[in-house]
């Protein structure tokens, strides 16, 4: 079975009309079948947790995949939030656990710790928050980062609306936190062949899933006229790709190590190398990129988490390449 999540609209504070955005896509992607939507984190956008309530309120069977970053919310706000959504709007709310990639915004906050100890909080984060909606006793807890003592924070909720926790990241502390914690283990691949060699390199006790952007017309030809119009690099953002050859994130640095080419006819790194991205682009004709998908299917892969969809165009494409690869699940 394969499941099928979109990405959210996170407008800036005073982007104008943000709630009619997000609305608006929300509903867009309940038309066209997409199982949940991805509410991301920085902190130039709006809080995940906002725009995961307006997706819920726009919507009557999208989940938000809220993105979950423990310095930026303790186990028992989120567990409340959490706990809140689901009782409000009768669905579940999933969450992507995050660590920080941006080192100008750990700094900010005095977050010393390294890129392995904030898995290692994650980790630690995730034990916290389930034990809070999954038991309803007081929660005594004396952990590395965390201490509490009979904490009761009344947020049980019954085993099938409690949260999927996906766990971002690529590098080898990424993924043992996954093996941990997560349900689903999701990160940017690499072109399939070296994906297959990388990422996928152990073996797995937890779902495999990818977030990757789909630029599909009826043609190679078409495709690629809109990538290359919509994603456009200069001099400003080359030099910051080069630079994050040097991010402490795993998965920066190999976006920012493969080349701006096209890799297999269909794998591109434009949005990217353009500063409006941080996922590969599969582009092509509707066979083309479903064909390609279907061999990141047949390493394991039964997750997709898509980057924008900005037009209902977008999302037609998307959405035929989409049944095509379903389809040959069935068979």
Do not use: C
């Not at 990405?7 to 079948?33: C, F, N, Q, W, Y």
């Not at 947020?155 to 914690?181: H, K, Q, T, Y």
């Not at 349900?183 to 062949?193: C, F, K, L, M």
Request: proline fraction near 5%.
């Amino acid at each position: 079975m394969l499941e099928v999540l979109g990405t959210a609209p996170s407008p800036r504070p005073d982007d104008g009309d943000a709630l009619k955005v997000i609305a608006e896509l929300s509903r867009r992607a309940e038309r066209h079948g997409v199982n949940g939507l991805l509410a991301f984190y920085n902190h130039r956008y709006l809080d995940p947790w906002a725009v995961a309530g307006a997706i819920m309120q726009s919507t009557a069977t999208v989940s938000p995949l809220a993105a979950l970053q423990p310095y930026a919310l303790p186990p028992f706000t989120a567990a409340k939030l959490i706990h809140g959504m689901t009782r409000l709007y009768g669905r579940r709310v999933d969450i992507n656990l995050i660590t920080g990639a941006a080192s100008e915004e750990l700094g900010q906050l005095g977050d010393s710790l390294d890129h392995d100890q904030r898995y290692e909080r994650a980790t630690e984060y995730a034990k916290v928050l389930r034990a809070l909606l999954s038991v309803d006793e007081p929660l005594h807890h004396e952990g590395r980062f965390y201490h509490y003592r009979g904490l009761r924070a009344h947020s049980w909720l019954p085993p099938e609306d409690r949260p999927r926790v996906f766990v971002a990241g690529s590098s080898p502390a990424s993924r043992r936190a996954a093996e941990e914690v997560g349900d689903i283990a999701i990160t940017h691949p690499e072109p399939v062949d070296q994906f297959a060699q990388t990422f996928l390199d152990g073996s797995r006790t937890v779902r495999i899933g990818i977030r990757v952007g789909l630029i599909v017309r009826d043609t190679d030809e078409q495709a690629w006229r809109v990538a290359h119009d919509r994603y456009q690099s200069d001099r400003r953002t080359r030099l910051k790709t080069a630079m994050r050859r040097k991010s402490d994130s795993d998965w920066s640095r190999r976006m920012a190590t493969l080349s701006a080419d096209v890799h297999d006819d269909v794998y591109w790194t434009g949005a990217y190398q353009a500063d409006k991205g941080s996922m590969p682009l599969l582009v092509g004709s509707h066979d083309r990129v479903a064909d390609y998908l279907d061999r990141y299917l047949a390493l394991g892969v039964d997750t997709l988490l898509l980057g924008d969809l900005p037009t209902e165009e977008d999302f037609r494409h998307a959405g035929a390449v989409l049944a095509d690869v379903r389809g040959r699940i069935k068979l």
